[in-house]
C-alpha cells in the first residue's frame, strides 16, 4: 500500500514506550510539555489515538501545513493516501478531508469509524451528504469568508481579468521577440463586471473590483441580510446597495451578461447550477467580453465555450477551474492565444492554507476531546 503516515507518535517517542518511561499516552504528552491536551483526553476516558485522513497528493499543502499544526500532539495521527486506496482504508479513520476524492455512499459505508467529513474549503460536491446522515456522519465545509480563502479566490479572479485585458500570452511573445509597446492592452476602468453567484467570494470581489472604477451587476438566489457574508465588519450587510450597481435573481443572469464585459461565474456547483454557462448564456454575452471562473469547472458546459471562443464571439477565457483536472494540458482549448488557466490555486495561499490547516486540526483536537466542533459550517 502506498501512503505517507506521519503520526504525531514520533521516533522519540518510540524510544520511549520501548523502554517503559511512560505508560499511556497522558504520561507521554506531559514528558513532552503537551500536559493541557493530556488532562483533556483523561478527563473524556481518551487515551486512544484519533485518526485524520487527507485523500490523495494534490494541493499538498493542505496536510502539510496541517500536520505542522499538530504536531505537538501525539493523540493526533494526520495521515495522506492516494485516492485509489481510499477505500482500503477509510474504515481506520475518524475525519476525512476528501479535497477532490468523490465520497458515494458505497464508500461512506465503509467508513465504520468515521465522525466528520470536511472540505479544506467550501466545496462539496463529491460528498453523499444523504449517506453521511444516514451513517450518523457530520459533512462540514470551512467557511471562506472566515479564512481568507474568498479573498484568495477573489484576488485570483482579478489577477486572470488582468492577464486577459493586457493580453498576457501575446505579452510574453513579445517579450521572446524583442519587441517593445506592444500589444496593446485594456483596462478595467469603465468596464461592466457581471459577478454570476454573490456568496462569499463574490462579496470580496466586488469590494476589491470598486476601486479599479467598473460597474458591478450581481445575481443571488435571495438577498436577505442573513444570506450575505457578514465576517467583514467594515462593509456591513445593509451598505449592500453601496456595493453593487444592479442586483438581480437568476431570472436576470441572461440580462446582465448582455451588458457585461467581463462575466465572473462564483457559483457552487449543484445539479441545478452544472452547466450553466452553456451556448445561450453565452450567446448572451457581449461580442468579445470575457468570461473568468474560479469556482469550479463543471458550471461551464466545455464545447460551448469552445465554440464561441473559435467563433470570436468570446474574447477570452481565464479558468482556474477545469472541467477535468488536472485538466490536459493538450486540450484544443489552451492552444488559443485568448485563454488563461491556472491550475486550480485560486484559494491555495499562505494565508488561507494556514488557517485552515489550524481549523481542521482544531476539529481533530476537539474531536478527541469530546468538545463540540468549532470553525466550521455543518451542513447535515
Known amino acids: 500500500m ?4 506521519f503520526s504525531s507518535l514520533d521516533f522519540r517517542l518510540h524510544l520511549l514506550v520501548r523502554a517503559n518511561l511512560c505508560s499511556n499516552c497522558a504520561q507521554i504528552c506531559t514528558l513532552f510539555g503537551y500536559s493541557k491536551m493530556a488532562e483533556v483526553a483523561v478527563e473524556n476516558g481518551n487515551d ?6 487527507f485523500c490523495g497528493y494534490y494541493f499538498p499543502a493542505s496536510h502539510n ?4 499544526y499538530l504536531q505537538s500532539y501525539p493523540f493526533i495521527q494526520v495521515d495522506t493516501v492516494a485516492l485509489d486506496e481510499v477505500p482500503d482504508v477509510i474504515h481506520k479513520y475518524q475525519i476525512c478531508v476528501v479535497k477532490s476524492r468523490r465520497l458515494d455512499s458505497e464508500l461512506i459505508a465503509k467508513a465504520a469509524q468515521m465522525k466528520l467529513i470536511m472540505q479544506f474549503g467550501v466545496g462539496l460536491e463529491g460528498v453523499d451528504v444523504d449517506a453521511a446522515t444516514k451513517h450518523k456522519i457530520k459533512v462540514a465545509r470551512i467557511p471562506g469568508s472566515a479564512t481568507g ?15 486577459l485585458l493586457r493580453k498576457q500570452k501575446e505579452l510574453e511573445i513579445s517579450v521572446k521577440q524583442r519587441k517593445l509597446g506592444e500589444p496593446t492592452g485594456d483596462t478595467l476602468l469603465g468596464k461592466t463586471v457581471f459577478i454570476l453567484g454573490f456568496g462569499a467570494i463574490g462579496f470580496d470581489l466586488a469590494k476589491r473590483l470598486r476601486p479599479f472604477g467598473v460597474k458591478i451587476l450581481a445575481t443571488k438566489r435571495r438577498w436577505s441580510s442573513d444570506s450575505l457574508p457578514s465576517s467583514d465588519s467594515s462593509f456591513p450587510n445593509d451598505d449592500i446597495d453601496g456595493l453593487i ?10 440580462e446582465f451578461a448582455a451588458e457585461a464585459d467581463i462575466v465572473v461565474t462564483c457559483l457552487t456547483l449543484y445539479k441545478e447550477t452544472a452547466g450553466i454557462v452553456d451556448a445561450k448564456f453565452l450567446s448572451s454575452m457581449k461580442k468579445g467580453s470575457l468570461l473568468v471562473n474560479i469556482a469550479r469547472g463543471g458550471l461551464l458546459d466545455y464545447e460551448s465555450v469552445l465554440h464561441h471562443l473559435e467563433s470570436g464571439h468570446l474574447g477570452g477565457l481565464g479558468i482556474d477551474v477545469a472541467w477535468t483536472e488536472p485538466f490536459d494540458p493538450e486540450d484544443p482549448i489552451l492552444k488559443l492565444p485568448n485563454v488563461l488557466i491556472t491550475p486550480h490555486v485560486a484559494g491555495v495561499t499562505e494565508y488561507s492554507y494556514r488557517t485552515m ?3 481542521v486540526g482544531d476539529c481533530a483536537l476537539q474531536l478527541h476531546s469530546g468538545k463540540p466542533f468549532t470553525g466550521i459550517e455543518i451542513v447535515n
Open 245 to 254: 450597481d444592479k442586483k438581480g435573481g437568476p431570472g436576470n443572469m441572461y
Open 357 to 359: 490547516a489550524k481549523v
Open 149 to 163: 480563502n474568498s479573498t484568495s479566490c477573489a484576488e485570483m479572479a482579478i489577477y486572470l481579468m488582468l492577464g
Open 2 to 5: 502506498r501512503f505517507l503516515s
Open 48 to 53: 486512544s489515538i484519533t485518526r485524520v485522513l
Open 65 to 68: 501545513y496541517t500536520r505542522e
